[in-house]
């Protein structure tokens, strides 16, 4: 599977789009993977916004309760996870 560094991916973004294969593209930061591109198939393109008007959500979302910050979260240990 093809690799490309964060920043290269940043500057060369839409002709690796136009050039994504069916295996995808890792992104990776400092030589570790971040994030994998895959290319939409035609038959999953044709669910997007299928479901619109169809669900209707009954009662409250439920929430779990527990309280999360994304800053606080972030810290050194778990950016290296």
Known sequence: MKQIAAAKFKEQCLSIL?????DGIVITKRGKPVAKLIPIRGESA?????????LKIKGAVVSTGIKWNA??????ESLKR
Do not use: F, H, S, T
Request: glycine share 16%; hydrophobic share 35%.
């Open 46 to 54: 044709n669910l997007i916004g299928e479901l619109k008007g169809k």
């Open 18 to 22: 136009d050039r994504v294969g069916e």
């Open 71 to 76: 800053q606080i979260c972030l810290d050194a």
